[in-house]
């Protein structure tokens, strides 16, 4: 609406405009959360497409994408016991035999 005063802005519109605003939003949703949605889309496009279905079974969602402010970090899940024993021998220089 090009109006950096939000006082000036509420001044300026009626309660009717207001509330056709609000009905517009809810049919068609604007902003950054809904930009951050449309690239969270294409984000897992792009790793879908590129996803080898038999290491990643399920496939990634827009969710797995969207940022989560305020929120802690998910926790890793803990690799096997079998993998990580793999990982120390490749860290430590050791082959597989």
Known sequence: MGEVDV???LARLSSTQIS??????ALDPFGEERADLRAAMIMSLIANVNRDAEKKREPYTAEDF???FGQ???EPAAAPWEQQ???LKAMT???KK
């Not at 056709?20 to 939003?25: H, P």
Request: glycine share 4%; aromatic share 14%.
């Open 72 to 74: 802690p970090p998910p």
């Open 7 to 9: 006082d000036a802005l």
């Open 66 to 68: 969207m940022p989560r």
């Open 20 to 25: 056709e605003w609000m009905a517009y939003y």
């Open 85 to 87: 024993k793999e990982m």
């Open 93 to 95: 220089g050791q082959r």
